[in-house]
């Protein structure tokens, strides 16, 4: 295999593919010299295969808003990869959602639910409708056609959607309600991230918040560090940057920034339980503005306009925004700003000049597949939970997250660790993950 060829071809069939194009070559750039020391997998056709979705489903969801007029959005299902188990993967409800985007989230997916240690393929799905500025009579009627759409396409053992970015447990709970009138039957096995009172699981919604700071204890602990007193800035106040959160302020750092599309909030004495509750109101606003939290928090949080979360002096970063959200140069001022550790929290948040400058400067870095793999593998969880009929107690749920991500953090270290003694954790992700999927096409045939 050689990477250079397989991406010309990509670009040519997929021209304008972005995110997809370089999802697929940061992975490549990866596993080549692994891939190539397995003619079996070259002769399969292993990466052909895997690099192109079983199926893309794509449909028009019509839905009326409140003043009585009719809106049209696109809606989306890429069921990527099934050789480890059902597909499984998030929706997102954002404007910017076009297929290229999904693809390389389904792409990702893959890898990072094969770490997981559990039985998931790779899925995503969503629409480019924006929940922000909607009522909640909107959103429920946007949802409700939505399902009309997708209800036929997923299933408890064949694709099993979950939240994401603008998909939260309100939307979850909008679309299984609807799925339930038209499947006319309670399984509640076929979403994930529902309400803890109808199959959902203690902690799904703090998991992938949880699961991010558990992955980088690990890593710091390998490292010789400690979390306790550092300084983390966090983009985002969606659901995943308050789960990292609140995770953080328990295992004694002091998250100092939190962000937003209109600038970022410095929060010098560190964020407090008080705060971190009121992102979840600032969620549910639909404003989409983190200068609220200032308003409402004057004399602890201080708002700059136009600024992102890095341009506060951290120790930490935990990007947990949105795709290629930390660019080269928002790494080089974290770098000045004394920032010694980057984990990526949300799906492919560095861009590539970034991660190269993070891994040639001695800053620590891990990437989302791995960081924040915890939601997804939580979901597996609720997934078994729902299928036994069973409820865990929220420490069984910890204790099961606790193990997941040390054994991922174990499978970085072990495809990752390089001849100096550093590990790199791009590699060691990549790696990890597409031996176990590779392994598993290969035995199944050609299909």
């Not at 750039?29 to 002769?43: G, L």
């Not at 893959?110 to 997981?116: D, E, G, I, R, Y």
């Not at 420490?395 to 550093?422: A, N, W, Y």
Request: include cysteine.
């Amino acid at each position: 295999m050689k990477t250079k060829d397989i991406m010309a071809r990509l670009q040519a069939k997929y021209p304008g593919e972005n995110e997809y194009l370089q999802a697929v070559q940061e992975v490549l750039e990866s596993i080549e010299d692994v891939y190539n020391q397995h003619p079996e997998f070259e002769k399969a056709k292993i990466v052909e295969r895997m690099v192109e979705p079983d199926r893309i489903f794509t449909f028009r969801v019509t839905w009326v808003d409140d003043k009585g007029e009719v809106q049209t959005n696109t809606g989306y299902r890429v069921q990527f990869n099934s050789a480890i188990g059902p597909y499984k993967g998030g929706l997102r409800f954002h404007r910017m959602v076009t297929p290229s985007m999904l693809k390389f989230l389904g792409f990702e997916q893959t890898f990072k639910n094969a770490l997981t240690t559990l039985p998931m393929g790779g899925a995503k799905g969503g629409s480019d409708f924006d929940p922000k500025g909607k009522t909640d009579e909107e959103i429920m009627r946007f949802c409700q056609a939505f399902m009309l759409e997708l209800w036929q396409c997923i299933g408890p053992d064949q694709d099993i959607p979950a939240g994401d970015v603008g998909v939260g447990g309100r939307e979850i709970g909008y679309l299984y309600g609807m799925y339930k009138k038209l499947a006319r039957e309670y399984n509640t096995g076929v979403l994930t991230g529902k309400g803890a009172t109808w199959g959902g699981s203690i902690l799904r919604p703090e998991a992938t918040g949880f699961g991010a700071l558990y992955f980088t204890e690990n890593l710091l602990h390998h490292a010789g560090k400690d979390i306790k007193g550092c300084r983390v800035a966090v983009s985002g106040f969606g659901n995943v940057a308050w789960g990292a959160s609140i995770k953080a302020l328990e295992l004694g750092a002091k998250v100092v920034a939190i962000s937003g599309p209109d600038g970022v909030c410095e929060i010098p004495e560190g964020i407090t339980k008080e705060m971190i509750d009121y992102m979840l109101v600032m969620r549910a606003s639909n404003r989409d503005r983190v200068e609220d939290m200032a308003t409402r928090f004057p004399d602890k949080a201080f708002f700059t306009p136009g600024k992102k979360a890095w341009s506060v002096k951290c120790d930490i970063a935990l990007p947990c925004a949105f795709q290629n959200e930390l660019a080269e140069e928002d790494a080089k001022q974290l770098k000045e700003n004394g920032c010694w550790c980057c984990c990526e929290v949300s799906n492919m948040g560095c861009q590539p000049g970034a991660i190269h400058f993070f891994q040639h400067n001695g800053i620590l870095f891990a990437p989302g597949k791995a960081v924040n793999a915890g939601g997804v593998a939580t979901s597996g969880l609720e997934m078994t939970q729902n299928a036994e009929h069973i409820s865990w107690s929220g420490k069984e749920v910890d204790e099961k997250l606790h193990f997941i991500m040390r054994s991922i953090h174990e499978q970085c270290v072990k495809f990752g660790t390089q001849p100096d003694g550093s590990v790199d954790y791009v590699k060691g992700a990549n790696i990890a993950g597409f031996m176990k999927v590779a392994q598993a096409m290969l035995e199944q045939g050609t299909v």
